[in-house]
């Protein structure tokens, strides 16, 4: 697979955003500014882009329509990142070209989600089931089956299972689940994610007290 491109200028979001998606298998080129991002993409096209809308020199909305005239990038996939109370940026971006946007602060499972979702609409990504005994995840459906029966699981509930899913060689800190699924900005209680840990074990029924594990004063961990 080719390279994902993160244009943003916050160095704390732009690395967590890296390692995040790196951690999901994707190739990462991380930039601080447009300029040398649309530099690079005239000598290799990436898979993805995601630019942020505020940036120092050209701004990303800027540089998406520069990509748009582009005939080598104008297919080229492109997710913005915008702050959640900017109805307005949200609606420029879609307006000058890009295919989605992303509001911070953002969960980097839903972001993930997101590039999924772009990268198979543009024919560049399949993924295959994942099975753990009894449990199945379909991935490009977001289905979850037990015993291949559908499980109705909310948004926030299949995040929460594939996350866990896919870290199932090791603990997962609570803090850690709070910030990737709720946002880096999360600010809320943390009783919420024990909530939501707890119906979805419901939902599991008995194999999901069986695989979603509580270690004591640290966090979860999924015995496959």
Known sequence: MG???VIEDDDSIRELIKIALEGFGYNIRAYESAEPALEDM???????????IM??????????RQIRKD????DMPIICLTAKDKELDKVAG????ADDYITKPFGVLELAARIRSLLRRSGKEEEPEMSAGPIKINPMTREVFVED??????FKEYELLLYLFENSSRVVSRDEMLNQIWGYEYDGES???DIHI???????GQIGAECIKTIRSVGYRFVK
């Open 3 to 5: 390279y994902i491109y």
């Open 42 to 52: 005239k000598k290799e096209k990436p898979e993805l882009a995601l630019f942020d």
């Open 55 to 64: 940036l120092p020199g050209m701004d990303g909305l800027s540089a998406i």
């Open 71 to 74: 005939l080598t990038l104008k």
């Open 94 to 97: 879609l307006d000058v070209g």
């Open 149 to 154: 029966q559908l499980i109705d699981l909310t």
């Open 191 to 193: 009783r919420t994610l």
């Open 198 to 204: 707890r119906t979805l074990r419901g939902k599991l």
